[in-house]
């Protein structure tokens, strides 16, 4: 069966510090990576998705970076964190575009 | 664009009662996909149910069932009996055929009290 994993599971971090998150999925192959932000407990809005190695995709223009370094491998960066950054980020995966996205534990980020 | 409405904000509801989650969406594409998660407190979206636009069949799955309506464009969700365990957010969510997003709907919580 697949697995997502995510770490770390909770991140403070000072405004202007950099950010690596990484999330891994087990037990599939060649699956669409994605990652969503969900800000103040609501609204889930989805950041980048990849469909293959290298290949990132990014819905909004922002402070963040994502990177798939390998098949099942997903990390979002930045360089520099804004207080804004601060949320909930969720890692999902599916097999194609329509399918169902299966969602990991989550990372809750606090920018102080 | 893809838009999807979940108007309750917040229902709380005593033990064993039912509580009907409603969805309302918009969306251009002849196909599209319907999604239900569960966020508990732990945060984690669990997946509950997938539903395509030419498949307007309702659906019960132990005390959950779904209803969706096309003409109305509807896709709303009751809990039988409901349980403390129950108490979590609850998102709707919709794609198009081609999409590799998922737009979610603000989500409504659901508070259960023994």
């Known amino acids: 069966s697949q697995t997502i994993h995510q770490w770390p599971a909770t991140l403070v971090q000072p405004v202007g510090s950099p950010l690596s998150l990484e999330c891994t999925v087990e037990?599939?192959?060649?699956?669409?990576l994605y990652w969503y932000r969900q800000a103040a407990g609501r609204g889930l809005q989805l950041l980048f998705y990849?469909?293959?190695?290298?290949?990132i995709s990014s819905e909004v223009p922002q402070n963040l970076s994502a990177s798939r370094p390998q098949d099942r491998q997903f990390i979002l960066s930045s360089k520099k964190l804004l207080l804004s950054d601060s949320g909930f980020y969720l890692c999902?995966?599916?097999?194609?575009?329509?399918?169902?996205?299966?969602f990991g534990p989550g990372t809750r980020l606090t920018v102080l | 664009a893809q838009k999807v409405t979940q108007a309750q904000t917040e229902i709380s509801v005593v033990e064993k009662e039912d509580v009907t989650l409603d969805c309302v969406y918009e969306?251009?594409?002849?196909?599209?996909?319907l999604f239900w998660y569960k966020q508990p407190p732990s945060g984690e979206l669990v997946f509950l149910i997938r539903?395509?636009?030419?498949?307007?069949q309702n659906e019960i799955s132990g005390r959950y069932s779904w209803n969706f309506q096309k003409s109305t464009s509807s896709f709303n969700f009751t809990i039988t009996a409901s349980q403390v365990v129950d108490s979590a957010v609850y998102f709707c969510?919709?794609?198009?055929?081609?999409?590799?997003?998922?737009?979610f709907g603000a989500g409504t919580t659901v508070t259960v009290r023994a």
């Open positions: 999902a995966w599916s097999v194609r575009a329509r399918d169902t996205q299966y």
């Open positions: 037990g599939t192959s060649n699956p669409n």
């Open positions: 990849s469909v293959g190695i290298g290949q």
């Open positions: 969306t251009r594409d002849t196909t599209y996909y």
């Open positions: 539903r395509n636009s030419f498949d307007e």
């Open positions: 969510a919709l794609s198009g055929a081609g999409d590799y997003k998922l737009s």
